[in-house]
Nanobody, 123 residues
Framework: QVQLVESGGGLVQAGGSLRLSCAAS????????TGWFRQAPGKEREFVAG????????DYADSVKGRFTISRDNALNMVYLQMNSLRPEDTAVYYC????????????????WGKGTQVTVSS
């Protein structure tokens, strides 16, 4: 069983930055691919960014490329999402998720989810 706890959300003005953190347990977490997803009110949950086991390969949704950066620290069992140049349309609940498989980044394929952290970007 993998447990994920997100933190770092909040209210920020457009153009600002936030850094989300995801604390994971247990240590076997390092064998999972990990992603960030988000869900805005009335919308489907969508993939934002993902990172594979060794952190060598990362994937991003087109809407966040060049603005968001995902990273992980396997020694600390942490995954991060640095979000820069935030826009009002980035407003959503952000979730950390882990997958023991190949990393399709489809929400239904993710094995474990955190409870989410709210990000609100004002215009």
């Amino acid at each position: 069983q993998v447990q994920l706890v997100e933190s770092g959300g909040g209210l920020v003005q457009a153009g600002g930055s936030l850094r989300l953190s995801c604390a994971a347990s247990p240590r076997t977490f390092r064998s999972y691919v990990t992603g960030w997803f988000r869900q805005a009110p009335g919308k489907e949950r969508e993939f934002v960014a993902g990172i594979r086991w060794a952190g060598v390969r990362t994937d991003y949704a087109d809407s966040v490329k060049g603005r968001f950066t995902i990273s992980r620290d396997n020694a600390l069992n942490m995954v991060y999402l640095q979000m820069n140049s935030l826009r009002p349309e980035d407003t959503a609940v952000y979730y950390c998720a882990a997958d023991s498989g190949g990393g399709s980044w489809l929400p239904n394929d993710m094995d474990y989810w955190g409870k989410g952290t709210q990000v609100t970007v004002s215009s």
